[in-house]
T-cell receptor
Framework: AQSVTQLGSHVSVSEGALVLLRCNYSSSVPPYLFWYVQYPNQGLQLLLKYTSAATLVKGINGFEAEFKKSETSFHLTKPSAHMSDAAEYFC??????????FGKGTRLHILP | DTGVSQDPRHKITKRGQNVTFRCDPISEHNRLYWYRQTLGQGPEFLTY????????KSRLLSDRFSAERPKGSFSTLEIQRTEQGDSAMYLCASERQTTGELFFGEGSRLTVL
């Protein structure tokens, strides 16, 4: 069965610094991979997704993620953190039109 | 998209009572999911539907939980004989199948006393 592991339940970065949130997946077949964001007191919304086209995927708000099959990873990055990026980020996976499974999440803290 | 709506937004109940949550998905979305989320955790898969057919229910889910989507539109999630451990946010999402994107409702928060 497919699954995702997010390394680090909390990540703190300074405003203007690089954001790197880690996600590794497990799947026996090519996966679809997603990053969702949940701002305080709001519902989850899609940041970006990988569906077997380009391995570097660009999303909203300056985020991007790279699919690396050899490392079974789909890490999320943003070159320069902004205070408004403070939120919880979830990696998710599905295969062959199957259900979508989420990781435990990483809370991103932005330090002024 | 008019959005996914869930009702009620908050429910406080006593242990042993039954509760039911309703989800109205985006009308053109055929697939509907239920997830449960507790503080500091990711959405935990409960079950999902393709139109009125229930495709899968989590094997970890107690038999006290049941979900329906009788006409392939709205869905209900019922929890019988609630326990304190059922306290959580119950999330509904519908899927735009052309893109695989999930659209989430704001959730129904359950507190079991």
């Amino acid at each position: 069965a497919q699954s995702v592991t997010q390394l680090g339940s909390h990540v703190s970065v300074s405003e203007g610094a690089l954001v790197l949130l880690r996600c590794n997946y497990s799947s026996s077949v090519p996966p679809y991979l997603f990053w969702y964001v949940q701002y305080p007191n709001q519902g989850l919304q899609l940041l970006l997704k990988y569906t077997s086209a380009a391995t570097l995927v660009k999303g909203i708000n300056g985020f991007e993620a790279e699919f690396k099959k050899s490392e079974t990873s789909f890490h999320l990055t943003k070159p320069s953190a902004h205070m408004s990026d403070a939120a919880e980020y979830f990696c998710a996976v599905s295969v062959r039109d199957d259900k979508i499974i989420f990781g435990k999440g990483t809370r991103l803290h932005i330090l002024p | 998209d008019t959005g996914v709506s869930q009702d009620p937004r908050h429910k406080i109940t006593k242990r042993g009572q039954n509760v039911t949550f309703r989800c109205d998905p985006i009308s053109e979305h055929n697939r509907l999911y239920w997830y449960r989320q507790t503080l500091g955790q990711g959405p935990e898969f409960l079950t999902y539907f393709q139109n009125e057919a229930q495709l899968e229910k989590s094997r970890l889910l107690s038999d006290r939980f049941s979900a329906e989507r009788p006409k392939g539109s709205f869905s209900t999630l019922e929890i019988q004989r609630t326990e304190q451990g059922d306290s959580a946010m119950y999330l509904c999402a519908s899927e735009r199948q052309t893109t695989g994107e999930l659209f989430f409702g704001e959730g129904s928060r359950l507190t079991v006393l």
